[in-house]
């Protein structure tokens, strides 16, 4: 039996400096339990793992991008920074392919230990330039203090209005009948200004073939929406003076460990 569910809920971006500008728009998107992935969504029509459908998840699409086993992966690069989630569940926060296409501009690792603690949370970024990194939020292999903050400098180039010289400053809950997630980003060249807030607050729904179904009919196209409307939103930055800057060579390092510090309030 599956116990991966579905979210429906909102995702926003609110710019503050130094172009303001804000959007927001429907989304739905799937927790998805590695175990249910590796298994092929049991019990599900409209849902495959590895395979084409009307939604499906590739294994390809996350992690190493090689098409392996994710669940060795995630417990690799834990274990290499002391966290030890061996016997625990890992969940998937992602949209899902949609007819076969797909673009996650943050997809989000929920990581336990065989306790049942959560331990990690390994924040996946894509950019539109094919590119990705991971930063893995944690505190020594202790059990998250919820709802849990984390910082983290800014090594990934993902929008070409936003410079490097960022902080981000996470905040994450637990997923249960909600999911809660905040992203701010601080200009340390600007005294700490604030940039950006990017949030997706969601409400869980049953992960049933009619619940599926009626999301693809309201929400049609999913990512390819994602992808236009980042584009739309892109456009209409530079049009109001937003500064365009260069991609910078990529991090040497494809995970950034960024051990708990708490942010200031």
């Known amino acids: 039996m599956n116990t991966s569910a579905l979210y429906l809920g909102e995702l926003m971006h609110q710019r503050f400096f130094p172009v303001a500008y804000r959007f927001s728009y429907k989304v739905f998107s799937l927790l998805a339990d590695l175990d249910d992935l590796e298994a092929g969504f049991p ?23 090689d098409g392996s086993r994710l669940r060795p992966w995630i417990e690799s690069i834990c274990a290499q920074h002391g966290i030890d989630i061996k016997g625990g569940r890992v969940w998937l926060s992602a949209y899902p392919r949609v007819l ?64 490097m010289p960022m902080q981000y400053r996470f905040r994450f809950n637990r997923p249960g009948q909600t999911l809660s997630v905040a992203i701010s980003t601080i200009d340390k060249k600007a ?49 109001r003076g937003g500064k365009f800057h260069r991609s ?14 708490a942010p200031k309030t």
Do not use: M
């Open 43 to 65: 019990g599900l029509r409209l849902l495959s793992a590895n395979r084409f459908n009307l939604l499906s998840l590739y294994e390809r699409d996350f992690g190493p991008r």
């Open 100 to 163: 076969g296409y797909q673009f996650n501009p943050l997809t989000v690792w929920y990581c336990e230990n065989r306790e049942g603690d959560l331990v990690a949370i390994n924040a996946e970024v894509s950019n539109t330039f094919g590119e990705h990194h991971h930063y893995l939020l944690h505190d020594q292999g202790r059990p998250l203090r919820l709802p849990f903050r984390a910082l983290a400098d800014k090594v990934f180039h993902v929008s070409p209005f936003i410079d």
């Open 191 to 239: 005294d700490g200004a604030l940039v950006l807030v990017a949030t997706h607050v969601a409400k869980r729904a049953p992960l049933t073939d009619r619940q599926l179904l009626w999301q693809c009919l309201k929400i049609p196209f999913l990512t390819i929406k994602v992808i236009s409307l980042i584009h739309w939103h892109a456009l209409k930055i530079w049009l």
């Open 248 to 261: 910078p060579p990529l991090p040497e390092e494809e995970v950034s460990s960024c051990p708990s510090r």
